[in-house]
C-alpha cells in the first residue's frame, strides 16, 4: 500500500512539473475577423472581401458576456501561445486532481 502511495506522489510530482508557466496563460479563443470601413471607394470593401483580418481574443465572463479585446497582429502568435498553455494547465489540474482522489483513498485505507 505504502509503495502505491508512493508511485502517486511521484506521479503527480511528474504532472506538477509539466505545468507551463501560470504568469502567461490566457482563457478564452482567438478570433479572426474581416471588418469593413465603409468609406465611400474604398478598394477592399467594395469587393466584398474588407479589412484584415484581424485578430480578436474572445473571453466568457458567464451569464451570456463575452470580454472581446483586439490583438495585434504582431502579438498573434504569442496570445496563441498563451491560449494553448491555459489549455494544457487545465488539462493537467484535471490530472493533478485525479491523482490526489487516488491518494486520498490510498491515506484512507490505511486509517
Same mark, same amino acid.
Given at each position: ?15 506538477v ?10 482563457p ?11 468609406? @465611400?471607394?474604398? /478598394?477592399?470593401?467594395e469587393?466584398? =472581401?474588407?479589412? &484584415?483580418?484581424?485578430? *480578436?481574443l474572445?473571453?466568457?465572463?458567464? +451569464?451570456?458576456r ?18 494553448? @498553455?491555459?489549455? /494544457?494547465?487545465?488539462?493537467?489540474? =484535471?490530472?493533478? &486532481?485525479?491523482?490526489? *482522489? ?5 491515506? +484512507?485505507?490505511?486509517?
Amino acid at each position: 500500500m505504502k509503495d502505491e502511495a508512493v508511485k502517486l506522489a511521484g506521479a503527480r510530482k511528474r504532472l506538477v512539473q509539466q505545468m507551463p508557466d501560470l504568469a502567461t496563460i490566457l482563457p478564452g479563443s482567438l478570433l479572426s475577423r474581416m471588418v469593413r470601413c465603409n468609406k @465611400a471607394g474604398c /478598394q477592399h470593401c467594395e469587393k466584398g =472581401k474588407g479589412h &484584415g483580418p484581424i485578430w *480578436i481574443l474572445s473571453v466568457s465572463l458567464g +451569464k451570456g458576456r463575452v470580454r472581446q479585446v483586439p490583438v495585434p497582429r504582431k502579438m498573434k502568435k504569442e496570445v496563441g501561445e498563451s491560449l494553448l @498553455a491555459f489549455a /494544457q494547465a487545465q488539462k493537467l489540474l =484535471k490530472q493533478i &486532481g485525479e491523482v490526489n *482522489i487516488e491518494l486520498l483513498k490510498e491515506r +484512507k485505507r490505511r486509517l
